[in-house]
């Protein structure tokens, strides 16, 4: 099926998974996928050649348009208790404000508790992709504690940007 007419383009998701077609497939057949084959690397860009030197305050982020379904309110929770403790730290979330929930507090009333309670985040609604990266980049941790989503984009944004992501394990 991958020869077919029909299939005219395979993303593969690195050299070595693009290779991999050739070692599996071998002689004609490797070429004729290797011709339709492109390493595909979504939005998030080139990897950082090196890593970054971590001191504080700790810079945190929290890149999701759902922040009730991503776990922004553990985030929240979290940078509450590491500032009890003594910890500098330094959080921006970046939210949707556009998607409404009958259930569950809106973003503008999770952005308002968070600045008043912890006084150092920054919120911002939704962002650029270009701003969003940027903002990865500047941060030493990107958190995740997503309680449905098993890996999201931004988790690889953050590795190639030398950023270390925290995410649940579901």
């Known amino acids: 099926r991958l020869l077919s007419p029909r299939c005219r383009r395979l993303l593969a998701w690195s050299e070595q998974a693009r290779s991999w077609l050739e ?3 071998g002689g004609e057949v490797a070429r004729a996928l290797a011709a339709k084959t492109e390493i595909f690397t979504g939005s998030t860009g080139p990897p ?3 890593a970054k030197r971590h001191a504080l305050p700790l810079r945190v982020a929290f890149v999701g348009g759902e922040l009730h379904r991503k776990g922004g309110l553990a985030v929240l929770r979290a940078a509450r208790r590491l500032s009890a403790d003594g910890v500098p730290v330094e959080l921006t979330l970046v939210g949707d404000p556009r ?3 009958d ?3 809106s973003w ?5 508790e968070a600045v008043s309670l912890l006084g150092h985040v920054t919120a911002l609604d939704r962002v650029t992709p270009e701003a969003a990266r940027a903002l990865i980049a500047r941060s030493h941790v990107l958190v995740l504690p997503s309680l449905q989503e098993t890996l999201g984009w931004v988790t690889l944004e953050a590795m190639q940007r030398a950023t270390v992501p925290l ?3 579901i």
């Open 108 to 112: 503008e009333r999770y952005r308002d």
């Open 23 to 25: 070692v599996m497939h």
């Open 99 to 101: 998607r409404p929930t």
């Open 48 to 50: 950082v050649a090196e």
């Open 167 to 169: 995410v649940s394990g």
């Open 103 to 105: 259930v569950l507090p």
